[in-house]
């Protein structure tokens, strides 16, 4: 079955950037999505890239694919203390669309 | 606003009961999901259901069944609860086609004493 992996933490200082990474093993992935959770929240989409894509850009949110070593990597330029939360990777492949999510990663932003 | 609601925050049973959680979606998707999340795993998919009536297993069914009878409404059972059902559970919803952008609720938090 499909198996999505990260890293558990990450620890910033506020104006670095950060990187969280994501490693996953289907194939057929069709698009791979970054969530954020904040605390006492439930998930919601921060962006998306489709599989024939290696990058995308949204603001402040870099988004990078290597599709041969299944790779994905969210860079988030700027880092503010309301970045911090759990980032999870995500993926779907063709089909009725069932959503995998990955371990989740959690970004602490220090002043 | 978009709305997936989940029946309850907080809930406590005791093992060997029947629990039911509930998730009620107000946009018309035909995809619902119900995930558990648990510290150092991440969510972990236990169904989803992609059309009234039909379900399909995720990547840890056991212990659980589901109904969709509405489109609106998809609802995990726990037949006989266990203290290792223990968890946060998650509802999401999402349209067919293209980029899933999945809906969640708040979560219930579910403990098994």
């Known amino acids: 079955g499909e198996d999505v992996e990260q890293s558990l933490f990450l620890s910033v200082r506020e104006g670095d950037s950060s990187v969280i990474n994501c490693t996953y093993t289907?194939?057929?992935?069709?698009?791979l999505y970054w969530y954020k959770q904040e605390p006492g929240a439930g998930l919601q989409l921060l962006t998306y890239i489709f599989s024939n894509m290696d990058m995308k850009q949204d603001q402040r949110l870099t988004v990078l694919l290597n599709k041969k070593d299944k790779h994905l990597s969210l860079r988030i330029a700027d880092t503010q203390t309301g970045d911090s939360a759990i980032y999870f990777c995500a993926e779907t492949n063709t089909g009725f669309q069932k959503l995998v999510f990955g371990t989740g990663t959690r970004l602490l932003v220090s002043p | 606003d978009v709305k997936v609601t989940q029946s309850s925050r907080y809930l406590v049973k005791r093992t060997g009961e029947k629990v039911f959680l509930e998730c009620v979606q107000d946009m018309d998707h035909e995809n619902m999901f119900w995930y558990r999340q648990d510290p150092g795993l991440g969510l972990r998919l236990i169904y989803f259901s992609y059309d009234v009536k039909m379900k399909e297993k995720g990547d840890i069914p056991e212990g659980y069944s589901v109904s969709r009878e509405k489109k609106e409404r998809f609802s995990l059972i726990l037949e006989s609860a266990s203290t290792n059902q223990t968890s946060m559970y998650l509802c999401?919803?999402?349209?067919?086609?293209?980029?899933?952008?999945?809906?969640f609720g708040q979560g219930t938090r579910l403990t098994v004493v």
């Open positions: 289907d194939s057929s992935s069709t698009y």
């Open positions: 999401a919803s999402s349209l067919q086609g293209g980029i899933t952008e999945a809906f």
